[in-house]
């Protein structure tokens, strides 16, 4: 557990304008966007998914690969991070041990969804949704669970592209009573749709996912959803969907060509000493000094 990241990130909901967090699916990845000038992080489920083990966002990987990952990137940076946690990965029993296990990990924050175990990434189709009285008692057990009440629990529906604007609403309203921190409809379609949402529930913020998977999604900015009434923004596919591009773009290129003399020639490689100092090399060659002094 980390006390102070969890105030850290209390204190960053408390201030004014829109907190915009990037998304990452590994540790490297997180060191970025610290060294960017961020102020918070978050590691996204369907990124997470693909990187650890190369398959779709449809509820494969287990609880402790996921804290586990969640770990290892709270460790490497000194901002507080944000994590998707599927469904809590099962029932009542389950979620009180993955608030618990999350916040030991070091994380900050979490979301839960509404969706059946095993989930599905929430833009696939055949998407299916608990009760929402199920997932109020899900959100109490997560509140209970915490340790320490600045850890962030955020309340996920997947209900906007399966039922409806008025049901996500509902969903929504239930979850702001049930005592979730902020509110995370998904796959929201249009700027009047997500002002319903937030004239509709004006007393609990809003943390809303931007996914670049095509040009014909609207693709929401900081400044319009800000204006909209969301507190949080955050990009879960960006790291993996640009990884994807680039590491395919340059794995054709070397099979093309034999070489990859033109990424080096045109400065598309990290240089070594820049790559060395963002994942700490001298902090770690240099330990034995360090500590005698």
């Not at 509820?59 to 809590?88: F, K, N, Q, V, W």
């Not at 959100?139 to 009440?149: G, N, W």
Request: with cysteine; charged share 25%; aromatic share 6%.
């Amino acid at each position: 557990m980390d006390i102070k990241k969890n105030a850290r990130l209390r204190e960053l909901l408390k201030k004014p304008g829109i907190l915009a967090i990037p998304g990452c699916h590994d540790a490297l990845g997180a060191r970025l966007i610290q060294q960017t000038g961020f102020s918070a992080c978050y590691m996204g489920g369907n990124g997470s998914m693909a990187s650890l083990l190369g398959m779709p966002d449809i509820g494969l990987a287990t609880a402790s690969e996921m804290i586990g990952r969640a770990h290892l990137i709270a460790e490497c940076i000194d901002l507080p991070l944000i994590c998707d946690s599927d469904t809590g990965y099962g029932g009542l029993n389950n979620v009180w041990r993955t608030v618990r296990d999350y916040e030991a990990a070091g994380v900050s924050g979490i979301h839960i969804e509404d969706q059946v175990t095993p989930k599905k990434c929430g833009a696939m189709d055949g998407v299916e949704l608990i009760p929402a009285e199920e997932m109020c008692k899900k959100i109490k057990t997560a509140v209970k669970a915490r340790r320490d009440p600045n850890f962030v629990i955020i309340a996920r529906t997947d209900s906007y592209l399966q039922v409806g604007l008025e049901e996500a609403i509902r969903r929504c309203r239930l979850f702001a009573e049930a005592g979730a921190d902020l509110l995370m409809p998904t796959c929201v379609a249009s700027a009047e749709d997500m002002r319903a949402f937030t004239q509709a529930i004006p007393d609990t913020p809003f943390f809303i996912d931007v996914n670049e998977f095509s040009q014909e999604m609207h693709n929401f900015s900081d400044r319009e959803l800000e204006t909209l009434g969301v507190k949080v923004v955050v990009h879960p596919m960006m790291s993996i969907l640009h990884e994807a591009a680039a590491l395919g773009a340059l794995y054709r290129c070397y099979k093309e060509c034999g070489s990859t003399d033109e990424y080096l020639k045109n400065g598309r490689f990290m240089p070594q000493r820049e790559y060395q100092a963002l994942i700490g090399y001298e902090f770690t060659n240099n330990i034995e000094k360090i500590i005698s002094e």
